[in-house]
């Protein structure tokens, strides 16, 4: 039997995975689910412990993690997120960051020409080193003196994983996306991996952007990108523009995958959302996809698809949260997806 | 007499300069213009020079620099475009770079929310120090070991007068975009300093957003923003951001400042975009309102504002190259806007 940890957080986080849980179970594929409910900001401020050993392990031994959402106003510390979400990224090695931006429902892009509406295309997103990777520190601290460095890393290893799993996943094209115009070491790695990889693959399609450049062109002409590969910060920020223009945050699911071994983990690409936590007013179809990611990778393909189909007949019917212009509850549409499936 | 030194540089550079140089010249403000016209790519590469000390005096000396583009796809080494543009921003310190977006004309948004297109803002980009410092390095080149690393550094100083310039020029309000969640050193500082220069302020309106959220809200919510202040890689990609928002990026123009002395810097957003150079198709427009702000700089400010108000009325006349639409040449661009002025 398939051990999926679940990992619900912080504010919305307990409620969206709830519905995506409920969807899951309704599928009848004999998971095992093993929630680690106190990963969250309460523990934290009582204990200094954001996760402990154990959950680390048995995020480890896992099949999948399905996780919601971490962060909380009453932690201002920012390193309680990193000691969660970007620790199991790095201790498991989640190398890929797959996130799919496909647009759910013509009314919810939020681009005027129709004919430039329906994006459908994956960031890939290196996801274990960059400026992620907490290589730096700070001189002089509280002194008019102070000096902070922040040491983006990219190796050759790093890059060329990703990329390989770029032009593995890519229907028609990759885009490349850096700064080596500005950002020059790392830049000129990855464009000699670049070189390298995409010589390997003649039938795929190629391109390459500068990152601003590609923000433009996203919301310019987002038809015209398949895969998007870039590192850690870009594609942070790039998955939050294909999110926006898919129909918004409350819809975009996430894959932290790697594809030489087991165990992946799959997030909505929202956060905690503290303003409208406990209002019921919390968007569940970003966790719902991101289950279905994770159905994906642990083979039941075709259960995956019926989730997405049943996501997309969901917002078709306008049952959807208010940021998707609908009035249902988070339980309602998690109930409608279900009911769909 | 004021000397306006002008490097047109590559591509579309020189094309659109003229125009901004054409108006200028109409408005006889007895301005001395110094062309560095050797400053482009066909030199570099006959003598490995990018701009020589003696032009670097002129820029030093002048009272400001028109500058147009560079970048060449005959030039592959990307230190070609840092040792002109990034030269004159770190020597000179320019440490503003100062990006307003405002809707040109509302057919010219991509925003399908009538009530959503009128953004009017202002990315207030740190110019001199962060991933751009040039700061890094790479080992074992050319092996499977490869490794580089960037610097990305933030030092108080430089970000307290950045904050400080982006205070003194809001009319509402100031949001701090960072990434303290993930990239902690940096964000850590710029935290702190936002606190700081903030609390001197208490009649301006604040907010704060991670990078990856002010993307997707500037798509989403752009007129809620006011001035947006940010390190210089999320100022280069926001500012790619608002510019597709409010024109594309032919229309978009900066200031590259120092409020402490001297000489600015003033480019269009735009590149050398060599697929369409020489074909009469670029946009002037980028840099005309970029000598806009050139004016504002010597203390013209009539003169800036009827140049706007000039741009404004040829758009809305619909005298414009194709990317905005129309089918007028860069010349016949310049021309009307000359008339109008
Ligand atoms: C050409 C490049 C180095 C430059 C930058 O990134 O600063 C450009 O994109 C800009 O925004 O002015
Ligand atoms: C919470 C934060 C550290 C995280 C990231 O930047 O990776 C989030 O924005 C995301 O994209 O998953």
Redesign the interface.
Known sequence: MTTVVVIPGDGVGPEVTDQAVHVLATLGLGLDLDVLDQVNADRFLRTGVAMTDDEMERARSAGAVLFGAV?DPKVPD??Y??DVL?RLRFELDLYVNHRPAALLADRL?????PA?RALDCVVVRENTEG??A?????LR?????????????????GV?RVLEYAFAIARRSVCLVD???????????WQ?RWSEVSAAHPDVGTSHLY???A??RL??NPTAFDVIVTNN??G??????T???AG??GTAASANLNPRHGVGLFEPVH?SAPDIAGTGRANPVGSVLSAALLLDHLGHGAEADALRAAVRATVAAGTCTPDLGGESSTKEVGAAITAEV
């Open positions: 962060g920012p390193s997120a990193r970007l892009s939020p681009l005027r020409d430039l400026a992620y907490g290589v730096g520190g700070v601290e509280h002194t008019p003196y102070e000096l902070a460095l922040d040491g983006d890393i990219s190796t050759a290893y060329t700064k080596a115009n500005a950002v020059p070491f790392g830049g000129g790695l000699r990152v601003d450049a923000a433009m919301i310019q910060s870009y942070d920020i790039l998955s939050d523009v999110a926006a223009l918004g945050p956060g």
